[in-house]
């Protein structure tokens, strides 16, 4: 059974940091790419990261200017989200996905006050 949890979600001031987890089992994690994206309120599910399965190439929006660094953990099955810098524009309830499969997590609150 495919299963992805998100976890590290919450609320920071502006300009702060915070790391989104997101454990996974049930497929090969080693050989996966994985995404993160994000939905605030009222606006579409967008992409905010991805990893490639080889060579851990990554890749990022043009809006993120650098800010959020995704990365993968083989040995504990976990992909990361570092996120710097944070503004209020970033409050959004993060998602990590296999891949462009069916299959997301059940995604994490992230508040950034003023």
């Known amino acids: 059974q495919v299963r992805l949890v998100e976890s590290g979600g919450g609320l920071v001031h502006t300009g702060e940091s915070l790391t989104l987890s997101c454990a996974t089992s049930g497929f090969n994690f080693r050989t996966a790419a994985m995404r993160w994206y994000r939905q605030a309120p009222g606006k579409e599910r967008e992409l905010v990261a991805r990893i490639q399965s080889v060579g851990a190439t990554v890749s990022y929006p043009d809006f993120l200017k650098g800010r959020f660094i995704i990365s993968k953990d083989n040995d504990k099955k976990t992909v990361y989200l570092q996120m710097n810098s944070l503004t209020p524009e970033d409050t959004a309830v993060y998602y990590c996905?296999?891949?462009?499969?069916?299959?997301w997590g059940q995604g994490t609150q992230v508040t950034v006050s003023p």
């Open positions: 996905r296999w891949g462009l499969t069916d299959y």
